[in-house]
């Protein structure tokens, strides 16, 4: 991305705020994008306003007290910036209201304003969790729809989904030219039985109800992210005519949206994470990236990016590396297939995985190292957890 649009903010000069507190909404190509703060401090001043659109990296507030940290314009991994700023601050008061002003209209973000709009909600009956109990979009999911004149929204700089639709496709479009044009792609597949774990899947989700039980693909996951600790690599970033190696492994996961149109966000530290954990952590990054609802640091950070079209039918998947990461994972469809078992013929669970990767930063050898660590570990499915 070149640029961002500030939808929202959720704070004000003086307000407090701390680390992974959401202060901000910028309308991106893709999402309206959450932007978390990065230290504790105080809002000494908002610098640009709801509706302005600046480029990548222009700071958006200052931030004083522990830390001065600058929350980035839109998700990109170069657009944090700091500001120096005294070490004492004097906090900027929250104004009130102006004499004669409108104190019968509901205090709401912009986004809530045109949430209820679009479903028709009364903002007076609803409570408000925001700043001095502001309507925020997430007040909205638990409200019901009712059959009221639709308030007329404020400027906010948001454009409409078809211009969005356009945009996220041009993006799309321009970044895979760019990836195919600049990176020096080589493609690997290989074939991966699956029985094992199939079976291991079955007897786990045996006792537990639905909403619980773990899918194929978080153990998909899981070994992607364990591999790429053991072949460091595929995890990283090409930056400055050099390979950066990342310091932890952040999955970006490609989630087709209802609209039409693609995002990766991550999920952070996934070798770490148990199965469940990692499970969790894919139904509320699918549920939130399908509602315009990820934050700027999901978006900014992912150092692998695995896809998977097994879903709609693909049998195989040859990736395009998302710049500037160094390689991409894809995963086709689950399909029983006939396989060699000690001399023997039998039916098993198999899937195609398949690796594009950076020719700068690793070669076949490396490439092959990796599917075949991959396979090991699926393999062994009880030892992911």
Do not use: C
Request: proline fraction near 8%; aromatic fraction near 2%; glycine fraction near 10%.
């Amino acid at each position: 991305m070149d640029s961002g649009t500030i939808v929202e903010w959720r704070v004000h000069p003086g307000d407090t705020v701390h680390r992974g507190d959401i202060v901000a909404v910028v309308d991106t190509d893709k999402a309206d994008i959450d932007v978390e703060v990065f230290d504790d401090g105080v809002v000494e001043e908002l610098l640009v306003d709801p509706g302005v659109e600046v480029a990548v990296g222009t700071p958006l507030a200052r931030i004083t007290g522990a830390g001065a940290t600058v929350a980035p314009a839109a998700p990109a991994p170069q657009a944090a910036q700091v500001v120096e700023a005294p070490a004492e601050p004097t906090p900027v008061p929250v104004p009130s209201p102006r004499a004669g002003a409108d104190t019968d209209r509901v205090r709401a973000s912009p986004r809530a304003r045109r949430l209820a709009a679009a479903r028709g909600i009364d903002l007076h009956r609803v409570r408000g969790s925001g700043q001095r109990g502001a309507v925020v979009a997430a007040d909205l999911e638990r409200a019901p729809a009712e059959p009221v004149p639709a308030p007329a929204a404020g400027p906010s700089g948001r454009r409409s989904d078809a211009e969005r639709q356009a945009s996220m496709r041009r993006a799309i479009g321009e970044l895979m030219a760019r990836s195919k044009r600049e990176i020096p792609h080589y493609h690997l597949a290989t074939t991966v039985d699956l029985q094992t774990a199939v079976d291991w899947l079955s007897t786990v989700n045996g006792d537990r109800p639905v909403t619980e039980r773990l899918l194929p693909a978080a153990l998909l996951l899981k070994a992607v992210a364990l591999a790429a600790v053991e072949v460091p690599e595929v995890n990283g970033s090409w930056l400055d005519d050099g390979f950066q190696p990342a310091t932890a492994v952040h999955l970006g996961v490609a989630v087709a949206l209802r609209g039409g149109g693609l995002v990766a966000p991550a999920l952070h530290g996934a070798d770490t994470l148990t199965l469940d954990e990692l499970m969790a952590g894919l139904r509320d990054l699918v549920t939130r990236a399908r509602s315009g609802r990820l934050t700027g640091s999901e978006m900014a950070d992912p150092t692998l990016t695995v896809t998977n079209l097994g879903d709609q039918g693909a049998e195989e998947v040859l990736g395009v590396i998302y710049p500037p990461q160094v390689a991409l994972v894809g995963f086709g469809r689950i399909l029983e297939r006939p396989v060699a078992v000690d001399g023997m013929l039998a039916v098993h669970s198999t899937v195609r995985a398949s690796l594009a990767a950076d020719h700068r930063v690793t070669d076949g050898h490396e490439g092959s190292r990796f599917l075949a660590v991959l396979d090991r570990l699926l393999q062994t499915p009880e030892d992911l957890r």
